[in-house]
């Protein structure tokens, strides 16, 4: 693990182990290695305390277009979700890593 952590190409982490503290881990131990921005679904921006702890860490906030804000039209919605992937390409670009999850 610290070989992939001390190369310096930019990485998109997947992991697959389905438990809520699994990013949590990973943001403190790979995140204190290298720049890392987590994917984060947007509806937790609605949560006043973990909005202003995922602000912290610059996330890339992706919206759920099957679910969130199901008032909004289906071409806003793709809309908002092309922006999160324009912002996760631009982040690999930039030699970000990115963690996607859960993968």
């Not at 071409?75 to 922006?83: A, G, L, R, V």
């Not at 970000?96 to 859960?102: F, N």
Request: aromatic share 8%.
């Amino acid at each position: 693990m610290d070989d992939l952590l001390h190369d310096k190409n930019t990485k998109v982490l997947m992991p697959t182990h389905v438990a809520s503290i699994d990013p949590l881990i990973m943001m403190a131990y790979v995140g204190s290695q290298m720049k890392l921005r987590p994917v984060i679904q947007a509806s937790f921006r609605k949560n006043t305390f973990l909005r202003s702890l995922f602000n912290a860490i610059h996330p890339i906030w992706i919206h759920n277009i099957a679910s969130d804000e199901t008032s909004l039209s289906t071409s806003i919605k793709k809309n908002f979700y092309q922006e999160s992937l324009q912002e996760i390409y631009g982040s690999l670009m930039r030699q970000e890593s990115v963690m996607l999850y859960p993968a």
